[in-house]
């Protein structure tokens, strides 16, 4: 509790409490303006990384996460083309509400029910991130290894509709992870000096996200304006009130555990309340139609997993979504290893981090409210200043690295996969989390190997380990189950004409 | 549901008729040719220190071979009938075909900035970058796109230099600004 108080002594100096206050609007802003999204702004401003202070920065990070995840339910509510995600389900019900009329209702539960998750969730962060980094900090390499394996098995196989896709995406990812130098030999450099020390990662960030998606857009974007449904001050009635704290606390339950999980995520949980809500509901028949119920608890459940992906993050270093993974890059750049020992090494900076959740929510409340006509507006951005300014701020950051020409044409190289891959349907997030975690899967098998002089029987020497892998099985077993059960349903293709497609 | 358009998406309902995503081909040659490439490399390495329990081209055999056998998987599905879930988003038109010229051009822009770049400055760069991409995704007001690229790579100069003590080198405007 001490430490708490003193976490927020460091967040609330007026500096933090500055670069909290911008990571909430940039955070909003980039989570309403379509094409931006929370993981590609991280990415973008990395840059600031190397010069200012790792807390300030790492607070701005968190606002920005916090505010993304909230900005995007403004967009589902009033354009139903949800851009992340996470809130997908939530245009299910958000923006029907929105076409009879009742947009400020459907914003207000998302505002309120976003801080009461984001407050609840970051307590359950205070209380479990300590205990479960000191659970952690016994486990040697081995146990490492597997929890790594499965952070990599488990967000390649269990999210995405893909998994053959996924794992294309995963290995060509931990391929660009391969490129650098290993015990004093140049490995996949094609003899070119300036890759030695392997390609940084902001630029396969910047170039994954940023680009891609720019590319991606101005090969289809749309040309008829979309409709936007004007709003006004952000209001809920009393029988609003009634009918949506329950969803929110439901959705909390659901989506804080699955972001703890390795691939938890905010797709998963969303879905899981919007489905509990429609049946538990009293007004059955609101469902399809507008129901209040349908925005509160997937909103509640998509901010609440924002602050459990945080858990693993901080506790074993291990990122779980895309925003997660970029913010794990920055600190990474301060020289940080999010792990068992970096709560005890930097107690300034982690409570100052936690105790600026608890602001940030509360920035986002605040702000929110009142500015949601303003956020509205946004959606009016003309669309090629959009993406030239994404294009911009993408280049800028990849230059801010090393002044390097070449880092710029490989951030267009990189750019062009991340193009090819939106193409393709080839998920992003097994890419950026094959090439962080390759490498120090490398590193702690090398480490667990060399303790026990190469004999392979120590990776299953530790309990944790052994859980681990079985988990990894289950997963296994069931994704083939799952996936048998799917191909059945499906008429059997070889039956059918053949019909070319040209691309 | 007949698809015919090179934007092919598979959706909920099930194709009715077997579509072949022929550029599919592409990425799984594509795939073949990294896993070749990282096996090459690897094949290329030496062993490390006598007691080196993971040798540096351990994970590149790994990795290249999986790479080879998710390149033919990806083949086979293609030519069973598997088609992409092109990516969605809320600037996105999936109904219309894809516009490769834009991306072209955006190519062609991105190539004179990234040749430029050393000789002529961030300054002039980015303000030709923003200028040169808002007027290829269909910009017209030439004047405004000038004043704002220019302001934007000016502020963003000013405010690596002064706000973040990031030196972005000037290129030919060194002593101007």
Redesign the interface.
Known sequence: MDLLLDGFATALTPTNLLFAVIGVLLGTAVGVL??IGPAMTVALLL??T???EPSSALIMFAGIYYGGMYGGST?SIL?N???ESSSVVTALEGNKMAKNGRAAQALATAAIGSFIAGTIGTVLLVILAPNIADLVVKLGAPSYFAIMLLALFAVTAVLG??K?RG??AL??G??IG?IGT????A??TFGEAKLADGIDIVIVAVAIFAIG???????????KP?DIIPVGQPWMSKSDWGRSWKPWLRGTAFGFPFGALPAGGAEVPTFLSYITERRLTKHPEEFGKGAIEGVAGPEAANNASAAGTLVPLLAIGLPTTATAAVILVAMQNYGLQPGPQFLDANPKLVWGLLASLFIANTLLLVINLPLAPVWAKLLQI????????I???A??GA??VN?D?FD??LL?VIG?LG??M????LPVLPLIIGVIL?PRI?DQ??QA??IS??DVATLWSEPVAVVVYIVMALLLVGTVVAGRRAGAV??D??N???????? | MTIATEKTLAGPEPARSKVVDTAQYGLAAFLLVVGGVVLNDAAGLEKGFADQPVQPYAFGFVIGTVLVLLSVLLAVATWRGDVTEAEDGEDIDLTHGSDWATVAKLGVVFVIVVATISWLGWAIVGAFLFVGTARVLGSRTLILDIAIGTALSLLTWYGFYVGLGIPIPAGVLDGVL
């Open positions: 379509p094409g840059p600031v190397y010069s200012v967009t354009l083309t949800p851009g509709s893909s053959l794992f294309v290995f060509l931990l391929a391969l290993t015990t004093g030999q490995r996949l998606e720019a590319l991606w857009v101005a090969a289809h974007l749309r040309r979309l003309p669309r090629p200043y959009l993406y030239a300014g294009l911009f701020f280049s800028l230059y801010s002044f020409a710029l044409a267009g062009v193009l090819a939106r193409r393709f349907g390759g490398e098998l090398t190997l060399a002089q190469g499906q008429p293709p070889e059918q004409n053949k019909q070319e497609v040209s691309a």
